[in-house]
Each structure stands twice: as C-alpha cells, then as structure tokens.
C-alpha cells in the first residue's frame, strides 16, 4: 500500500480507535485517532487526510455533523460511515450527504481491507484524471479538451491525433457506435492546417442517395422538382477546411464514384450545373462498419477505399476502457448539473460499481444518456445505485437509448417499491419524496403490487 495513503479513525470507543488503527498500519497505511468530533476538526486543521472513518453515534458532534463539517473543509475526502445494525438507515441518510461507503460493527478486517484498497484505487484514478485534464487543458481549443483519456488505448488515440492533425492525409476513424468518432474528428481539424476554415460534417447513412448527393454536390436552380433555387453542397462549404463523412460505410456504389472522382479532381459540379468548382479540403471518414467485409461483398469499392483509408484510427469500445467510465461520468454529471441547475456532488461507490460492471452496449453515448437520466430523477445530492436500476443487471444488452424518461422513473420508482416490500413510506423515504407524492405517481402510472 502506499506510505502517503492518511486515514484518520474517528470514534468515541478507544477499542474501536486503537483496533482499527493497529490492522491500518500493518496494511501499510499512516493512521490517526480522534475520540470525537471536537479532536478531528481540530487535527484537521493542522493536516490533511485521504480517508476517515466516522462513528455516526458519538456524545457531542455527531457523525453527520462531522461529515459535513469535514466535506466543508476537504471536499475530495473519502469518508467512510462506521454504524451497528440497527442505525443503517442513519448510514444511508449519511451517504445522501457525500459519504462514500459505510460498514457495520462488528467489522471484518479483511472486508475493511478490500474497501481501503478500493478507496486507495479510486483516489489515484481521481489524482491521474486531474493530471490528465491539466493536460487537456493545454490543448483548449483544440477539441481534445471534451476527451477522456485514461487508459493506453486512448493515449496510444490521442498520440496518433497528435501526430496525424498536421498532415493533409486523409484519416479513417473506426469504431463502434457511440464510441467517439466525432470528437476525433473535430480533434484532427482543430489541431491541422485547415483549423481556420471550416469543419462541415455529413451523416451519410441518415440520407437516401438522392438526398445524400444533393447534400454532398449541392444543385443548381431547377435542377429537379423543389429545386428552387441554387443551392452549395458540403463538398463546396468544405473549401479549405475539413469535410468530415460520418457512417462513410453507408454510401451506395454509385456515390463511392462520384465522390473518388471529386477527391481526386479536387473539383466538384453542382446538380444540373455544368461548370466545375474547385473545392480543397481536409476527408476525415468514420464508419462503425468493416469495409473489409464490405469489399469482399462487392458493397464497397476498393479504390475508394484506398482512397480514404490513408490512416487509420481505430477506437476501441468503452467496456474495453472501463477505467475512463468514473472520469466520463463526472464529466457528464457536471454538464448536466450545470444545465438542470441541481446540487448534485457526485455518486456512491455502489452507484461506481454499476456503471463499472455494466457491458455498455452504447458505449460512451449510451453512458451520457445514463447520467442525464439519472441526474433527472435524482432527489438528493448524490447519485446511488437506485438511480441506476434501469441499467439492468450487469453484461446485459439492453440499451438505454430506447427508455423515455417516463420510463426510467417508472422503473425506478418499482424498484423503490419492490425494495421496500411495498411500504409507501419506506420507499418514500429511499427516493427523496414524501408519501403523498409518491402514492401521486403510484396511481398515475396505475403500479400494482404483484
């Protein structure tokens, strides 16, 4: 463990203080005692701590009061609620204020062992993440500042970024869906030649291919029915910026074409136009395809393919770099706390958990959608498991972007109810409502007990 990990114990009981002390320092750990409230302030005051451990039942200053008055003065602490059975409850209410975890008396060692070391896991992914945004902050403007990069994988993508932005080369970004492609993309523009000018983007599986190459050649005046007046298409818009094909996999062989042809010409006629327009630009393709495959079905043609696929920058799914979910999930929780205007400060180590274990079908788009739902039905200051139930159990492959958020607080509120063996006040309680709002939304959404 490391030397520079400081737990303080906090307990009215001297057995609890000095047992709890004696198993932290054979663990590797810097331990200190105070017997109340009164004594951690005051130590507080004179140094810092990584984690404590509070007793919620303590003559004086209690373990809440505690809890506050400690995220008041060290807001980035672990603070882990020691309580006996009878007083969980009073845990949970704790958790709702900020603390992280809690465990029961009489404790198991080896269990406060394992929770140690997931806090000491979680504070130095917090130290790395403030690391890394101080790096991204170097890089403001340049459109990589929106991006986590935690695990090798994604600095091995960034690195790439870096090395290719300069270059005219035109860059294929692979991926699944929801991976990221379109901020890669915008990285690459900001930081290369054409940053100055424009990045135009299209979604060429969203068009039918008439739409698609009216969109992509733009027409002329009368050129077809509706085509009222002359109009530029993005290849056009593109000149001397960067034209970004997003799902460049969904183009028809026909389109593959006509666009090789513009790419290699670098001049481009507008529908029902006969004079030639010069347009020079920076191609950045994305595909959640294998256009490998594609060739080998004759779907996709291989000059152009060649054509676009100078470089490759592939990004791998996010249940592959499930290191960057905790950092992601603060990101979105400050964006959507900014615009909903609520005083959420972050999310339990359980509610961690879920979003850890869960396969992410979505990928990084799924996951935003996750926060913003449950930013929506959260009730008190910290996001928990609870508001997560919609999620499913974990590995399952369900996608949140079917759920309305009708749905998701129907979902929740059942899971309340079902926790609480249907006792209205109980899981009145668990979801931050009174019972008359919540036998309101009972009869509203017609929930029956099984």
Not at 108 to 136: F, G, H, I, K, W
Not at 315 to 328: F, K, T, V, W, Y
Request: charged content about 25%; proline content about 3%; glycine content about 8%.
């Amino acid at each position: 463990m490391s030397l520079s990990m400081r737990i303080m114990v906090v307990d009215d009981e001297e057995t609890i203080c000095e047992s709890l002390a004696a198993w932290f320092l054979k663990d590797g750990y810097q331990v200190e005692t105070a017997s109340s409230g009164d004594i951690a302030l005051e130590k507080l005051e004179h140094q810092q701590f990584d984690a404590f451990l509070v007793d919620i039942k303590m003559p004086g200053m209690d373990g809440i009061t505690l809890l506050t008055r400690i995220k008041e003065k060290q807001a980035d602490a672990h603070v882990i609620m020691i309580t006996a059975h009878g007083s969980i409850q009073s845990a949970v209410e704790a958790m709702k204020l900020g603390a992280d975890d809690y465990f029961c008396k009489p404790f198991d060692p080896e269990e406060l062992s394992l929770l140690m070391e997931r806090v000491t896991a979680s504070r130095a992914l917090r130290y790395e993440n403030a690391a890394l945004r101080e790096q991204l902050l170097m890089h403001q403007g340049t459109g990589v500042e929106s991006m986590v990069v935690v695990s090798a994988s994604m600095q091995s993508v960034f690195k790439t970024i870096e090395e290719v932005a300069p270059s005219n080369a035109p860059v294929l970004i692979t991926g699944e869906t929801g991976v990221g492609k379109e901020l890669v993309a915008k990285a690459i523009h900001m930081q290369s030649e054409q940053a100055c000018g424009p990045l135009v983007t299209i979604n060429c599986g969203a068009m039918t291919e008439t739409l698609l190459e009216s969109e992509l050649f733009g027409h002329e005046k009368g050129a077809f029915t509706g085509a009222v007046k002359a109009r530029r298409g993005r290849l056009e818009m593109a000149d001397n910026g960067t034209l970004f094909l997003d799902e460049v996999g969904e183009i028809s062989l026909k389109m593959q074409v006509a666009l090789l042809r513009a790419l290699e010409e670098k001049k481009i006629q507008r529908i029902g136009g006969s004079q030639s327009i010069e347009s020079r630009f920076r191609l950045i393709c994305a595909t959640h395809r294998d256009l490998t495959k594609l060739i080998n079905t004759q779907q996709f043609r291989e000059d152009f393919f060649y054509r676009i696929n100078v470089i490759t920058i592939e990004i791998p799914p996010l249940r592959e770099r499930r290191e960057e979910i905790p950092a992601l999930a603060d990101l979105f929780l400050e964006t959507f706390v900014h615009d909903t205007g609520k005083r959420i400060e972050g999310f339990t180590q359980k509610a961690l958990g879920v979003l850890m274990s869960y396969a992410w079908p979505g990928n990084v788009r799924e996951l935003r959608n996750v926060i913003e739902r449950a930013v929506v039905i959260a009730q008190g200051r910290i996001i928990g498991a609870p508001e997560l139930t919609f999620l499913g159990p974990p590995g399952d492959e369900c996608r949140l972007g079917t759920l309305t958020l009708k749905e998701a607080e129907i979902s929740h509120i059942a899971a309340a109810l079902e926790a609480g063996n249907w006792n209205i006040s109980r899981a009145a309680k668990q979801l931050g409502i009174d019972r008359t709002t919540l036998t309101r939304k009972i009869k509203r959404y017609q929930l029956d007990r099984p």
